[in-house]
């Protein structure tokens, strides 16, 4: 990067991108803490979440006061519009019941495929299925090419077929990670369909700032949720469905668990 360019670099591309990491280091810090019986290892993971906290704190000074011999100072905050989830993260105490049941749950089976794991696909006319490499958690999301505006009837609708293997029978919870994405007129809707039940539909568009918004830009992903019970251990089939372009497909999770107390941070291979 040329010498001339590095206070532009910094503005924007490494401020940024470190400040999006050190918040991530902040709170996954502090649950982590929250999580552990250790009380040595509860203190130096809120160190650890502290530390990242004041690494932006020394960002944002940077930024203000020393970038450009102080340009732009006042010009960044590190807490628009005083939002709490800039603060420094604040130990939550999980009760030692809590802690033992999620001991328990990661004990049980979850199985996760990613978006280009398909077993099958259909598409519709010219519009196919495409894999983005270095999209999403899974670095190989898929939707469909062309990325023109076109909406599909029910029995137009392209899909995605996925297949798992389950140890045994019993209720589970299919998690569909897509990401974030709005249709014009917020109608993306996903069909899901578990081996011969019937397809059901779901709008994964928000509105405004809504809190399941502010959920999913935290994360990175629309998370839509269906539970089954399945009758047999064994191979099962999952269908996707879409009513329409844009719709950006990641990750899938079959969640035995189901009783984790934070959502689960997407496998990646």
Request: proline share 4%.
């Amino acid at each position: 990067m040329p010498g001339d360019k590095m206070n532009a670099w910094f503005q924007l591309v490494e401020y940024p991108v470190k400040g999006a990491a050190l918040m991530n280091w902040k709170f996954l810090y502090a649950q982590l803490a929250s999580e552990t019986t250790d009380p040595l290892k509860r203190k130096e993971y809120m160190q650890l979440s502290e530390n990242a906290y004041q690494e932006i704190v020394s960002l944002t000074r940077f930024y203000n006061d020393t970038l450009s011999s102080g340009k732009w100072k006042n010009m960044m905050s590190m807490n628009p519009r005083e939002l709490a989830v800039f603060n420094l993260a604040e130990l939550v105490k999980t009760d030692s019941n809590a802690v033992n049941k999620s001991a328990a749950s990661n004990n049980k089976q979850i199985l996760c495929i990613q978006a280009d794991e398909y077993t099958g696909l259909k598409g519709f006319e010219n519009y196919n299925w495409k894999t983005i490499k270095g999209l999403g958690y899974s670095d190989n999301a898929i939707t469909l090419s062309p990325f023109s505006n076109h909406s599909f009837t029910r029995e137009q609708q392209p899909y995605i077929e996925y297949s798992f293997e389950a140890q045994q029978p019993g209720p589970f919870e299919l998690n569909v990670r897509t990401l974030p994405c709005h249709a014009n007129k917020f109608d993306h809707q996903l069909g899901i369909q578990i081996d011969k039940n019937e397809v059901q539909y779901f709008s994964i568009n928000t509105r405004g700032r809504s809190e399941q918004w502010k959920k999913n830009i935290l994360r990175n992903c629309q998370i839509t949720k269906l539970k089954s019970d399945l009758q047999k251990g064994g191979k099962h089939t999952i269908w996707v469905y879409v009513n329409q372009t844009g719709i950006v497909i990641d990750q899938l999770s079959i969640d035995f668990a189901m009783d984790k107390p934070f959502y689960e941070i997407p496998y990646k291979k």
